[in-house]
């Protein structure tokens, strides 16, 4: 603010003086004031150029002269070194659902109609932002085409190494995560498949895309730390946000998850039939209700059991004659 003050009236100072000056020309004195005032009018705005106003959560990293001198941090306004230029090579790369520091257009009329010009926004946000990547198409472990987008929560912690490390670290970011799932995925199936190992420690054990959805996207968030860790980049979370067999092979998936289904049901319904049949005879056989040899025994628990495992309701038949 200072600096601001003192150049307007730096500024207002010279041009008084330039009027004072061209009347005391006039009358044959001395050039002396009229030429420092018409110098001050010239460059007094350069300090205008290093005045910079930074919102919560932004900064700017600053070079002069092609070396890195230093990176404005905090809300504030600021005065630095008019010669000083502003970095940011990912200035106008935009994520998916990320919440960048947006650029100004300003649009001006000439003789051919409108035309945009679009004012580039050096400043780096600090907050965290989210980036909700492309859909990928990868084979897990058993082989199967699995469809699987992942949301990254992160933030950069480190300007110098965001600018000065990689070339664009957003599109470096993104790079990366592409790459950090396609590692994860390929050592997990879809859904838990036997004699398979995830962990790497040589013991089959039950780990599944579907299953450890949390497990995976831990490994996913360590695997994408380590590759941005040069690009001053931290990754708080992953999240798994989409995940499926891949068109052409779902509907065989689903038909296989329909049977593993039956099976399940089936087997379920026999056991329950098997012990309602003997809970039957036992009953029967306690109470003395009826004796049955072997041969009628088989045909109770032939004739129960197609009644209890039976997809219909069974139609019953009466028996008006003798038992034997």
Same mark, same amino acid.
């Given at each position: ?24 020309? @006039? ?20 300090? =205008? ?15 002069l ?8 941090? %905090?809300?504030?306004?600021?005065? $630095?070194?008019? =010669?000083?230029?502003?970095?940011n ?17 300003q ?5 051919? %109609?409108? +035309? ?23 084979? @897990? ?7 699987i987008?992942?949301? +990254?929560?992160?933030?950069? !912690?480190?300007?110098?190494? &965001?600018? =000065?490390? $990689? @070339? ?10 592409d ?16 004699? !398979? @190992?995830?962990? %790497? ?26 590759? +941005?860790?040069?690009?001053g ?17 779902a509907? $065989? ?5 329909? &049977? ?17 049949v003997?809970? &039957? ?7 003395? +209700?009826?004796?049955l ?12 059991? $197609?009644?209890?495992? %039976? ?14």
């Amino acid at each position: 603010m200072a600096v601001l003050i003192l150049t307007a009236l730096l500024l207002i100072a010279a041009v008084c003086g330039v009027v004072f000056g061209g009347i005391m020309l @006039d009358e044959g004195k001395s050039p002396v004031l009229f030429i420092l005032s018409l110098i001050v009018v010239c460059i007094g705005w350069l300090p =205008f150029l290093g005045l910079k106003v930074l919102k919560p959560q932004e900064a700017l990293v600053l070079t002069l002269f092609g070396k890195y001198i230093g990176t404005l941090k %905090g809300d504030g306004f600021y005065a $630095v070194n008019p =010669f000083c230029a502003a970095i940011n090579p990912a200035a106008d790369t935009k994520l998916n659902q990320s919440g960048d520091v947006t650029s100004k257009t300003q649009v001006r009329t000439g003789t051919g %109609g409108q +035309v945009n010009i679009e004012l580039v926004n050096k400043k780096i946000s600090l907050k965290i932002m989210t980036l909700n990547n492309n859909r990928q198409k990868i084979n @897990d472990c058993l082989g199967n085409p699995v469809e699987i987008g992942i949301a +990254v929560t992160w933030r950069i !912690v480190d300007t110098a190494k &965001a600018v =000065f490390n $990689v @070339d664009n670290y957003k599109e470096f970011l993104s790079l990366q995560c592409d790459s950090a799932l396609r590692n994860i995925v390929r050592l997990y199936p879809y859904d838990v498949a036997p004699d !398979v @190992d995830t962990t %790497g420690d040589g013991i089959a054990d039950d780990g599944s895309l579907r299953g450890s959805s949390e497990i995976v996207a831990g490994r996913i968030r360590d695997e994408i730390q380590a590759r +941005v860790d040069e690009a001053g980049i931290e990754i708080i979370e992953a999240r798994i946000t989409y995940l499926a067999y891949a068109t052409e092979i779902a509907a $065989v998936m689903l038909q296989r998850q329909q &049977a593993s289904a039956i099976i399940d049901a089936r087997k379920m319904i026999v056991d329950g039939a098997v012990g309602m049949v003997e809970m &039957a005879l036992e009953r029967l056989s306690q109470n003395n +209700v009826v004796e049955l040899d072997e041969e009628r025994k088989a045909a109770m628990v032939s004739n129960l059991l $197609v009644v209890l495992c %039976g997809n219909h309701d069974a139609q019953p038949v009466v028996n008006s004659g003798s038992l034997y």
